[in-house]
């Protein structure tokens, strides 16, 4: 390669390494085991009650303070949705806001988000 195109090849492989996925990036829910763990159904996630002060279909502007409209945990399909993204926010301590999740409510999500997301 001559020098004159050291700089091009530089720049072309800067341009296509964000493109290559090692697949090793992982969520920020913690490992469950599901093969060992409690899992619950969605009816049995009691901890959707503290979701769904603001994060509810049947909430609108100040109600939900906050919350952006198109992630809702009222029902199985939307809660089964978004439940990558409210596992990471509740393990991460973003959600729900000023804490008041026990260990055990955030045990719930962690299973059922991490391990199928059963109806």
Avoid at 14 to 40: F, I, N, Q, R, W
Avoid at 56 to 71: C, E, F, M, N, Y
Wanted: aromatic fraction near 6%; glycine fraction near 8%.
């Amino acid at each position: 390669m001559t020098l004159h195109r050291l700089p091009l090849a530089l720049l072309l492989s800067t341009l296509l390494l964000p493109a290559c996925d090692s697949g090793d990036e992982k969520e920020a829910g913690p490992d469950v085991d599901c093969g060992t763990a409690t899992v619950p159904k969605f009816a049995e996630v009691t901890a959707f009650a503290k979701c769904t002060a603001c994060h509810s279909a049947d909430k609108v502007g100040t109600a939900r303070a906050g919350a952006p409209a198109a992630i809702n945990y009222d029902t199985y399909a939307d809660a089964k949705l978004n439940a990558p993204r409210g596992m990471d926010e509740v393990y991460e301590g973003a959600m729900p806001p000023n804490g008041g999740m026990t260990a055990a409510e955030k045990t719930q999500i962690y299973n059922w988000a991490s391990c199928d997301t059963p109806q």
